[in-house]
């Protein structure tokens, strides 16, 4: 562990502190939408770019130049490795890797580049395609690359299967369920890329495809792989016996699924994945192209692209409500206080912004989370712009704080109806998952299929804390025994250590701040020993110069809370938890704010390119664009607002 700073080479001067916090200000007021809303980028990693590469000679429907600058991306984020990672300076992929190379080769790279002899070295020293994930291999299936049976049996007749079956899709988390619906009905098809350019990627395998015997191997989590390998191998000669008048009901109930949730030009479940298999399996129905639902359906992919000038890639989704409720939070932070500069043009954006957001609030459509809560009514927020659907508590309550914060009689029925819809997706167990309750039959996490072990959608720490934060911002006495029950789930938490894991944000320094501040939200005291205990973690990772920082490594068996260098991001969020358990006037918390200000750049912006949140651990890892922005920004913000506060206590719940 790291020793934190004890002392403060110089003092922070107001103006200066003035300075900074008007400069980022200004960066993010410029960078609002006309209509109120905030959005940046969101990048993942070369597979989303790949797979549309792709899914676009899939279809045979090549934009020659978009590819083009797709390649330049992804030649820039190859590693020296030879590979590609899954973030940045990230280890060598097989997976990432096998993709962006028959995505590059299928742009018209020639297989003796350097880059290209490189990759494949790379590959084949990892022990070929045939080592890739089962995502991977589905895509290779598509281009008859490696038969159908590399990849796990999947039937179709899983959509007909009731919530009290184990292997029902309503088992199974949002994601899944979206990515799983059209992706089992493209297998039933035996979905066939169409290739015009016959591009081919047997130079990967070691053992030729039509050699390999055993494709399934792991990982296996427990002695349950094991067993869910052989019944893999019982049903998928079994699926030749399924009726072909259950395999047509079972089709004909999938499309309906899909086209219920199809979700205009933001598509099935508002992400890529599921976007892609949506348009690949109606071609594979003999849909037509200009069919409406195929028009629709190609729109929503077509705007994840982010197209610059000399490059382009694939976002996996978008998170306009995310940004747009994280900013305002900033924003809102910096309009208060008595040292607060141009607060009345800051409330009149936040007030467009609260506009947009109420407009998006959900509240006449029963989503898949209601199949565990039917009698609770909608209204929640989803992340994108629109999916009806698939709303997420997390994001419902840091909207929620901002619209409460606003502190307007005319948000009173949204900030309700999202109360009482959070109240009813409480857990079990005390916690809260994103998007649905009591998902967590972690046996599925077991089955061939999930070889990512992200399959389900439990309780979390993050999340947990910000329902909580919400219900004690709100301070409604008669919600004390959820909020108790919430409490009782952080505790059991805790990490030995201190600190408490981060599901959505990395890592361990953002599970940590999300739960500090519940902590205080609830009115818990600075000395219980849980608060003590997470203080002292934050204390003792905080980095020579002041900052902190932590990799992706950690959800890879790296140290907890560290990383060879400070980042914006991680730095905010420690400072954040932090003074939320009353620490602002600690040197440390002093030191972090001197770190900001020095490393924000002349035109007011912080410089971030590590990668700073999680799709799935080990798996799947994603950049916020504006996470380098905007939470710097509140962080001085609230710094400079403790420092003229009477009690030194932050009041609100995020």
Same mark, same amino acid.
């Given at each position: ?31 609002? %939408? ?120 999947? /039937? ?159 976002? /996996? ?56 809560? /039917? ?150 005291? %600075?000395?219980? /020993? ?81 990668? %700073? ?42």
């Amino acid at each position: 562990m790291l020793n934190h700073v004890d002392s403060l080479e110089k003092p922070i001067k107001d103006e200066a502190l003035d300075r900074a916090i008007l400069q980022a200000q200004n960066i993010l007021a410029n960078r609002q %939408n006309e209509d109120g809303h905030w959005v940046f980028e969101l990048e993942a990693d070369a597979t989303i770019p790949a797979e549309y590469v792709l899914l676009e000679h899939f279809l045979d429907r090549i934009d020659t130049e978009l590819q083009e600058k797709i390649g330049v991306y992804l030649r820039r984020i190859q590693g020296d490795h030879g590979g590609w990672p899954l973030y940045y300076g990230g280890k060598f992929d097989i997976s990432a890797s096998v993709k962006a190379y028959f995505a590059l080769k299928a742009i018209g790279d020639d297989v003796d580049a350097p880059h290209m002899i490189r990759a494949r070295t790379a590959i084949l020293a990892h022990g070929g395609a045939e080592t890739a994930n089962v995502f991977t291999r589905t895509q290779l299936a598509l281009f008859g690359e490696v038969p159908w049976h590399a990849t796990p049996a999947m /039937p179709i007749e899983l959509m007909l299967m009731p919530k009290w079956a184990l292997f029902s899709v309503w088992n199974m988390s949002y994601w899944s369920r979206a990515v799983i619906a059209p992706l089992v009905l493209l297998v039933s098809l035996k979905g066939r890329a169409v290739n015009r350019y016959n591009i081919h990627v047997q130079e990967l395998f070691i053992t030729p495809p039509d050699q390999i015997k055993e494709w399934i191997k792991g990982p296996f989590r427990s002695q349950w792989g094991y067993l869910f390998k052989y019944l893999d191998k019982v049903v998928r000669p079994m699926e030749k016996l399924f009726p072909i008048f259950l395999r047509k009901h079972a089709q004909k109930k999938t499309v309906e699924f899909i086209e219920k949730r199809l979700n205009g030009e933001d598509g099935l479940g508002a992400i890529y994945p599921a976007m892609a298999n949506s348009v690949m399996a109606f071609r594979c129905m003999g849909m037509r192209d200009d069919d409406p639902r195929a028009v629709i359906a190609w729109k929503s992919v077509k705007k994840l692209m982010v197209v610059k000038d000399d490059e382009a890639y694939c976002q /996996p989704c978008v998170s306009p409500v995310w940004d747009t409720a994280l900013t305002g939070h900033a924003m809102m932070e910096t309009a208060s206080g008595i040292r607060a500069e141009d607060r009345e043009k800051t409330m009149d954006k936040l007030a467009k912004a609260s506009k947009w957001l109420k407009e998006r609030q959900i509240l006449d459509v029963k989503g898949d989370w209601a199949i565990n809560c /039917p009698d609770v009514a909608p209204g929640g927020w989803a992340f994108q712009y629109n999916n009806d659907y698939y709303p997420d508590v997390d994001d419902t309550a840091v909207v929620g704080m901002l619209l409460h914060r606003e502190g307007k009689p005319e948000h009173q029925e949204s900030i309700e109806r999202a109360r009482h819809w959070i109240i009813g997706m409480q857990s079990s167990n005390g916690g809260w998952g994103a998007f649905d309750i009591d998902n967590d039959k972690m046996l599925l996490n077991h089955i061939p299929f999930s070889d990512h072990g992200a399959l389900l959608d439990p309780p979390t720490v993050d999340v947990a804390a910000r329902c909580i934060s919400f219900l004690a911002q709100l301070g409604h006495p008669e919600d004390k025994a959820v909020i108790d029950r919430g409490m009782n789930f952080l505790r059991a938490e805790q990490e030995s250590f201190g600190a408490w894991f981060g599901r959505w944000g990395t890592n361990y320094i953002y599970g940590t701040w999300s739960a500090l501040c519940a902590f205080n939200a609830v009115g818990i005291s %600075n000395q219980d /020993p849980a608060v003590k205990k997470a203080v002292d973690w934050l204390l003792c990772v905080q980095r020579p110069d002041g900052g902190w920082g932590e990799g992706e490594e950690s959800y890879e068996g790296g140290t907890p809370g560290q990383y060879h260098t400070s980042l914006p991001s991680q730095t905010a969020w420690a400072l954040l938890g932090l003074m939320a358990a009353g620490q602002h006037n600690h040197p440390a918390v002093q030191k972090g704010i001197q770190w900001l200000m020095e490393n924000q750049e002349e035109d007011g912006q912080w410089d971030e390119k590590p990668y %700073n949140a999680i799709g799935f651990p080990r798996v799947f890892y994603l950049r916020y664009h504006g996470y380098r922005q905007f939470f710097p920004l509140f962080a001085l913000s609230r710094f400079r607002n403790l420092q003229s506060s009477n009690t030194g206590k932050v009041e609100v719940g995020f």
